[in-house]
């Protein structure tokens, strides 16, 4: 605690924030090698979505009976399917409905199931004991069976699909969330809170949330690419996203089917894309965690 | 000077699955406007739910206060609203917790820590709060206070942390400040830095004090006034040299003995308060440091001694005290 230690430690404080983004970058990579290809999946997913318009060779939904069934080739780099689609932009364009469904569903699941996580853990006692026997509820049905259920009750579209994934990721996310809230609940500095006159609601968002992050995180991108894996089976099963929005699942319906062993390429080019996606999501959401952390970080 | 604190037959108990606990079982003390109480006691014997008791957060539904009156400049604290007992939460009174690692929290910064209590109570803006909180790190005595706002936690050290726990607790000028063991956790240089700095800091702003603690060097130097408290009961009272040069009571004479002391030889060994504290589920009639008294009688096992006024503000309860052997003459 003396001045000498004090002047040192702010001068490595200095010295650290003066390295520049690059440098930051390059640092983190070289301590999270699989992190980093999963941020790059995750980058190349997201140019694809928002270029989508400048980097599809052809009109996703165009037919062009005139070039059907095409193999991979210098035309068509991925070959086109049945009705002359060029696989490629449907790929492309198919990251922008993979992505929104996916962001969407797991920001919502993930951020409800944090709130209410986090609240069961803070009052306890009796509201905890029933809240949770609800979650138990909508835990006992595979994640698949419920946004069945659900699409089938509110019909398939794009919409319906983000809040069938959505609904069965509260729980789960609000459980993980839950036992580690626990633990924060004990540690002095939320009675500190209490005692400082601190509404709940400002105990719970303020105070504690910002405590559970890492395994909201891990969740969080977990959930990604989950609901992209959901999703896909959704349109695959004709519960999801409806033709013709260009999505992977659809994809892999239909003349996917119909061609496997002749035109392999209309099933296995949307297949590696779903793969690889959640592939990426997991890698990068276990580095996210690593770094984000205050806790885990290096000082 | 006036009163500020007032608690009469304090009463709060733990219903658990083994019995019910009575951790303060008939609590009365009061505190005065700028003065310094300490509440002592082995651990487990009542003096953190006391004050968790004051500021209404003891564990519900587990524990609850059942009986007694908590006033705080007249008004009884356990007829408030929630919403009433927030307001006076961090502003009338405030806490200094026992563990500074444990007590901010990690992932806010210190300023947000410091600004947000000010904002809240005192609802002025971002600007006048951090100027508030600087001049806050200052009072505490932390240097390079604009730098400190941005660091988190971890960024400081135990005592460096008990120092913003303190800044926090004066944050808005609150009129008494309960210390739950505000050392314990430290060094034993930089508990006397920290005492130093509580002592002086309610002095100059007039803020009374409820130190809790189970250092009897600690309620000697700083306290006006000094509880001791066993099996969530008061025990013995008196001002700190009632205390120290004439104890009444043979727990305060025991602890007196376990605790070392620069006049005697070196090597000489302590002589601990033999036994445990007993299950505060389980308490009779009668006294409950009788299995540990080398003086009790048959009489201490049929009831609970009275709290008897010896002279002044010196009360003790117990049925012998006129036989207890002075601390000097044993240490002799």
């Known amino acids: 605690m003396t001045a000498a230690d004090v002047t040192s430690v702010s001068e490595i404080d ?30 190349a997913m997201i140019i694809m979505a928002i270029f989508a318009n400048y980097l599809a060779p052809y009109d996703p939904t165009l037919n062009d009976f005139a070039a059907m069934l095409i193999a991979p080739g210098a035309d068509y780099w991925l070959g086109t399917d049945q009705f002359g689609r060029d696989i490629m932009s449907r790929l492309i364009y198919g990251a922008r409905t993979a992505l929104f469904v996916g962001f969407a569903a797991s920001f919502v699941g993930a951020t409800c199931g944090l709130v209410l996580g986090v609240m069961s853990a803070y009052f306890g006692g009796t509201f905890d004991l029933i809240f949770q026997r609800i979650m138990d509820v909508f835990m006992s049905f595979p994640l698949i069976i419920m946004a069945l259920a659900i699409v089938s009750i509110f019909g398939p579209s794009t919409q319906n699909v983000i809040i069938a994934i959505t609904i069965p990721f509260i729980p789960r996310c609000a459980r993980v969330v839950r036992s580690n809230a626990l633990a924060i609940r004990e540690i002095p500095y939320v009675d500190a809170a209490r005692a400082l006159g601190f509404g709940h609601a400002r105990i719970i968002l303020r105070h504690m949330a910002p405590n559970v992050m890492a395994p909201f995180l891990i969740m969080l991108t977990s959930f990604v690419g989950q609901a992209i894996l959901t999703e896909a ?18 994809m892999l319906q239909g003349g996917a089917e119909e061609y496997i062993e002749s035109e392999p390429w209309i099933a296995i080019f949307p297949g590696v894309a779903i793969s690889l996606a959640v592939f990426g999501f997991n890698l990068f959401g276990d580095s996210v965690r690593d770094v984000l952390d205050p806790r885990l970080r290096t000082q | 000077m ?55 957060l003891v564990a519900e539904p587990a524990g609850r206060v059942v009986d007694g009156n908590i006033l705080f400049q007249g008004n009884d604290l356990l007829q408030l609203s929630e919403e009433e007992m927030r307001k006076i939460r961090g502003n009338n009174i405030a806490m200094v917790f026992q563990e500074p690692m444990t007590s901010l929290n990690p992932v806010l910064s210190i300023g947000l820590q410091l600004t947000e209590t000010v904002q809240m109570h005192l609802g002025v803006d971002d600007a006048a709060a951090r100027a508030r909180a600087v001049e806050l790190l200052g009072l505490v005595g932390m240097s390079d206070a604009e730098r400190r706002l941005d660091q988190y936690p971890h960024h400081l050290s135990g005592g460096m942390r008990q120092r913003v726990m303190i800044a926090i607790a004066l944050s808005c000028e609150p009129k008494l400040i309960i210390a739950d063991e505000p050392t ?35 309620v000697a130097r700083y306290a006006d006034r000094v509880n001791v408290m066993y099996a969530g009961k008061i025990i013995e009272s008196g001002t700190a040299e009632d205390i120290y040069h004439n104890p009444k009571h043979p727990y305060t004479l025991a602890l007196l003995k376990s605790v070392p002391r620069l006049d005697q030889p070196r090597g000489a060994k302590l002589d601990p308060v033999e036994g445990q504290p007993p299950d505060l589920a389980r308490l009779d009639e009668g006294c409950s440091f009788r299995p540990r008294c080398r003086y009790a009688t048959d009489a201490c096992a049929a009831s609970f001694p009275p709290t008897e006024l010896i002279d002044g503000i010196h009360y003790s309860a117990c049925f012998h005290k006129d036989k207890l052997d002075s601390p000097m003459k044993e240490a002799s």
């Open chain 1, 14 to 43: 200095e010295l650290r924030s003066q390295k520049t983004f690059i440098e930051k970058s390059a640092d983190m990579f070289r301590k999270q090698p699989l992190g980093a290809v999963g941020f790059f999946v995750v980058l």
């Open chain 1, 233 to 250: 089976s959704l349109s695959y099963l004709g519960l999801g996203v409806q033709e013709p929005t260009p999505a992977w699942g659809l």
């Open chain 2, 2 to 56: 006036t009163e500020l604190l007032k608690i009469q037959g304090l009463k709060t108990q733990f219903f658990t699955s083994a019995g019910t606990v009575k951790a303060v079982d008939g609590v009365t003390y009061d505190v005065e406007e700028g003065e310094t109480v300490a509440v002592v006691g082995e651990s487990g014997c009542g003096k953190s739910v006391t004050a968790l008791s004051i500021m209404r």
């Open chain 2, 184 to 218: 314990t956790a430290l060094d034993v240089t930089i508990q006397a830095q920290i005492l130093e700095l509580m002592k002086n800091l309610t002095r100059d702003l007039g803020v009374a004090m409820i130190i809790i603690t189970h250092n009897l060097g600690v």
